[in-house]
């Protein structure tokens, strides 16, 4: 039997708040070019309630196609070389959790993703788009309405097109199991460079979620601190449930790298790798700045090169992100 992962803060390099730390302002930076977003509410939300059956999270597919369908539209254009503003530090609560179970393994600069006991802010996010339905993976973070959870822009709109429908969020699924339930989105949020055009920078996206049986969101799971405008090249641990080939989406997995670059065959993009083999399923999984899973989220799993492939690729949390991560915290 599992038990469950303690996330306790990480002194110094986390500085993560207790419940209740009055937040940082949250103006938008300086020099935010492109900070344009796109924002649905869903009209329906109840309607994401029962939708999701066990035999539809277990058949649902894996996001990865959707960056893929993206990627083959261009990719956009990139302009988020110029997308630094003044560095913005968001604290976090303390998560809930059981005593420690057996954590994170793997050295620095590990390409095989190691598999961890679940972690109750982390968690997958099933969806609907075009008729299908798809699951990536999501967090929930720090934000003004202690309920906003981040994932890939790719795994809650076509990128460009349509946002999806029946949109819920499972915190710390395990195998099938859903400890804390189900909680749907009320709102969807997103760059437009990430709407309107696919564009790859911007591949990352913030959902709402309604309160469940009387609690918020944060109150039930806790939450990440986030950070934007961060230095390039840090070290990251990121999590996800890959469930495409040779993984099924059961479990938590996470990647340790001490030493992130920039994506050397698009460059356009500004995004960064890290060596990690986790698969389709894993999309919008948090990575966070340091190692463990107390940090500070500082970006999302989003693509790789191949179904082989031992890199995986996040978008920069600049300006423009930290502003739709605004307009969904707000």
């Known amino acids: 039997m599992k038990k469950w992962k303690s996330t306790t803060a990480l002194a110094a390099t986390a500085l993560l708040a207790l419940a209740g730390t009055a937040m940082p302002s949250m103006a938008a930076p300086d020099n935010a070019p492109g900070q344009a ?53 968001i604290s976090g609560v303390t998560p809930k ?48 309405n202690s309920s906003t959870v981040s994932t890939a822009g790719h795994c809650l709109n076509e990128g460009p097109g349509a946002f999806a429908t029946n949109f819920v969020f499972v915190p710390a699924y395990d195998d099938g199991a859903a400890p804390y339930g189900q909680w749907a989105a009320e709102e969807l949020h997103a760059p437009a460079a ?40 840090l070290g990251y641990q990121a999590y996800g449930y890959p469930a495409a080939n040779p993984f099924d989406g059961s479990d938590l997995f996470s990647c340790l790298d001490g030493d992130a670059a920039n994506d050397p065959y698009n460059p356009q993009f500004n995004s960064q790798g890290i060596d990690c083999n986790m698969t389709g399923g894993s999309s919008g999984g948090p990575w966070f700045i340091g190692s463990g899973s107390s940090g500070y989220q500082n970006s999302v799993n989003s693509y790789g090169y191949g179904s082989n492939s031992t ?20």
């Open 97 to 144: 959790g059981k005593p420690a179970g057996k954590g994170g393994k793997g050295g620095k600069n590990s390409s095989s993703a190691v598999e961890e006991t679940p972690v109750s802010h982390i968690g997958k996010v099933f969806f609907t788009l075009g008729g299908n339905n798809y699951v990536c993976s999501g967090n929930s973070i720090m934000s003004g």
């Open 194 to 233: 990430w709407v309107d055009n696919g564009d790859m920078a911007y591949d990352t996206g913030f959902a709402v979620v309604a309160p469940l049986n009387g609690q918020s969101l944060n109150d039930a799971v806790g939450a990440s601190g986030v950070q934007f405008n961060a230095d390039r090249g």
């Open 311 to 330: 890199t995986m690729y996040g978008p920069y949390w600049g300006s423009t992100i930290y502003n739709t991560y605004s307009a969904a915290s707000n």
């Open 37 to 89: 977003v796109k924002s649905h509410v869903v009209e329906r939300p109840e309607a994401a309630n029962g939708y999701w059956t066990a035999e539809k999270m277990r058949n649902a597919i894996p996001g990865e196609v959707l960056a893929e369908r993206a990627m083959e539209r261009g990719g956009g254009a990139g302009n988020a070389t110029v997308d630094r503003g003044s560095e913005k530090k």
